[in-house]
């Protein structure tokens, strides 16, 4: 495996099932970051993790729960969403924060919330 | 605060046409960095350039080039001779260096999407 990947692809959930989004990356980077990619909206930036610690929770709604036990994997737990938490969720990675750095992306997970 | 605005929500254009995309940006620092990614149907951006605030010259990589104007704060997007695989969705992004947050605060615009017709 190279890259990001994320898995599963798809997934379908009712509003009180829980469910995991998984995402690794296998390019030695110490940054990852979970984004929200709905329609016709900007990328939403969720957490970002540096070094498995969490940098950043951009004001999510803690029905979402990040969790990362090492550099190299990125979970995303849910529980109880909502519809409108129907979404693409992308995974990424970087070397460090530096802002210099390009962030690697995962193909996604497209979650459909019922 | 740092804001990335892609006009262009959509355009088609016929195989072989030239096509721009354009990208504004709003920042207050002096330094920063802006990024186009490409995101084809399978979901995953691609990473396609990086240009820091102090380099103004453009750049071309093969049938892509890119014209960065800081007295517009543009950093416009150009696929020469476009071809289908060019279809995709584009974004242009924004990193302040000066944030507290470094690459955490990577702001996207909307992004563009771009059909080429065979």
């Known amino acids: 495996e190279t890259g990001v990947t994320q898995t599963p692809r798809h997934l379908v959930m009712g509003m009180t099932n829980k469910k995991s989004l998984k995402c690794e990356q296998h390019l030695g980077h110490n940054a990852m970051y979970w984004y929200k990619q709905s329609a016709k909206k900007p990328l939403e930036l969720m957490f970002v993790y540096n070094f498995k610690e969490q940098t950043e929770n951009n004001s999510v709604p803690s029905r979402f729960s990040p969790e990362c036990p090492n550099s190299s994997h990125l979970f995303l737990h849910l529980h109880t969403l909502q519809p409108e938490d129907s979404a693409l969720y992308l995974c990424?990675?970087?070397?460090?924060?530096?802002?210099?750095?390009?962030?690697?992306f995962g193909p996604g997970t497209r979650l459909t919330v019922l | 605060a740092q804001k990335v605005t892609q006009a262009q929500t959509e355009i088609s254009v016929v195989e072989k046409e030239d096509v721009t995309l354009d990208c504004v940006y709003e920042?207050?620092?002096?330094?920063?960095?802006l990024f186009w990614y490409k995101q084809p149907p399978s979901g995953e951006l691609v990473f396609l350039i990086r240009r820091n605030s102090f380099d103004e010259q453009n750049e071309i990589s093969g049938r892509y080039s890119w014209n960065f104007q800081k007295s517009t704060s543009s950093f416009n997007f150009t696929i020469t001779a476009s071809q289908v695989v060019d279809s995709a969705v584009y974004f242009c992004?924004?990193?302040?260096?000066?944030?507290?947050?470094?690459?955490?605060?990577?702001?996207f615009g909307t992004g563009t999407r771009l059909t080429i017709i065979p």
């Open positions: 990424a990675s970087s070397q460090d924060l530096d802002s210099y750095n390009e962030q690697f």
């Open positions: 992004a924004l990193s302040e260096a000066g944030s507290n947050f470094g690459n955490e605060k990577l702001t």
């Open positions: 920042t207050r620092d002096t330094t920063y960095y």
